[in-house]
């Protein structure tokens, strides 16, 4: 599990920073972007195993950098954050190519769970 | 309609955010568990009342998504003019955003949570209105303290009845024969014969039933 290597992309960057701390604290070596652009940017020199992505974000969506992912390193699962109380965009965004969603306030032990299950695939 | 829709979009928003912010509470609650769980042996002495304070951030969190969910599914309501929708879960979403109304007047909805699943095709806003209309004249002329359960059934004519009765029917019988008189049972007729429905009121046993007509079984 130490040499997991996760990308978090969400523009709420409290949330960004303090999950990414305790996926750091369970092994889980993380990186945060807080916009689509920033992910992009990072993602090209630094490939991860898995993307955590919120779906709704200014300027790129979600569902655009998950496309844009796909064009950079095809094959990375990209696992999709959504804070909308209904599965519509987690449904379209794994037709499109997402690996899983989870709905926010999200379970850490989910997220890892849905991770190691991404990395398996 | 289209200020309806208005409504509907921002209070949809607003619950998305309200799920950031519950999200920023979970983790910041959880990290602060995480560094609570690095303290070894008795090292701080105040380590079981942070574990009952972090645990009680957590149930408000998990009571604010409960909340926010329900809250983003009736915001959405008015996106369609007629949608297929469980009427247990109907009751269980107006039955949770009318807890604080029916806190302030001292009275407890319980839904029957083996009613399973009838699906009903209505105006989705109507319906709302109408179980909460039954709610609210309920409130109204119910006394503090008590109960009211509240289940839901299909017959073979594919009728689906919600029922509401109340625990203590002594008390009620009084109260219950104002009820029709009242404007707010006027209102709530409107409502139920706009979706071809009826309802009924019975002080002897403290029941008001809605019979509904499904919108494909008309």
């Known amino acids: 599990m130490g040499s997991l290597k996760v990308m978090l992309v969400d523009d709420e960057q409290e949330f960004a920073i303090t999950l990414a701390e305790r996926l750091r604290m369970r092994g889980i070596e993380t990186n945060t972007a807080f916009d689509g652009e920033e992910a992009l940017k990072l993602i ?24 844009k992912i796909a064009e950079i390193h095809p094959g990375i699962p990209v696992i999709l954050l959504t804070g909308i109380g209904s599965t519509t965009e987690g449904i379209a965004g794994m037709k499109i190519g997402a690996h899983d969603y989870l709905m926010k306030p999200i379970q850490i032990e989910e997220l890892i769970d849905k991770i190691r299950a991404a990395v398996k695939k | 309609m289209k200020e309806t829709l208005f409504m509907g979009r921002i209070t949809a928003t607003v619950t998305h955010e309200i799920k950031n912010v519950l999200a920023i509470i979970r983790e910041s609650g959880g990290l602060m568990e995480d560094f609570l769980n690095m303290v070894e042996g008795d ?43 469980n009427v247990p879960d109907l009751l269980d979403q107006m039955i949770v955003l009318s807890a604080r109304l029916a806190k302030a007047k001292e009275i407890v909805f319980k839904s029957d949570k083996d009613s399973g699943v009838i699906l009903i095709s209505s105006d989705p806003i109507r319906i709302r209105m109408l179980i909460f209309q039954a709610m609210d004249v309920l409130m109204n ?14 017959n073979d004519s594919k009728l689906i009845t919600i029922e509401f009765s109340v625990d203590s029917k002594t008390q009620v019988l009084q109260e219950f024969e104002q009820i029709i008189l009242s404007d707010q049972w ?4 409107s409502t139920v014969e706009s979706l071809d429905s009826k309802a009924f009121i019975n002080p002897e046993n403290g029941t008001l039933r809605l019979e509904l007509r499904s919108n494909d079984n008309r």
């Open chain 2, 43 to 85: 090292n701080f002495k105040y380590k079981d009342r942070f574990h009952k304070i972090i645990s009680n951030i957590e149930d408000q969190v998990v009571r604010g998504d409960a909340i926010s969910t329900l809250l983003n599914r009736f915001a959405h309501s008015p996106d369609a003019d007629v949608a297929s929708e």
């Open chain 1, 44 to 67: 090209v020199g630094d490939k991860p195993d898995v993307v955590v992505l919120d779906i709704m974000m200014p300027g790129m969506s979600g569902l655009q950098v998950l496309g």
């Open chain 2, 186 to 189: 006027k209102d709530l007729i």
């Open chain 2, 141 to 154: 002329y119910c006394k503090p303290g008590q109960t009211i359960l509240v289940n839901s059934k299909v």
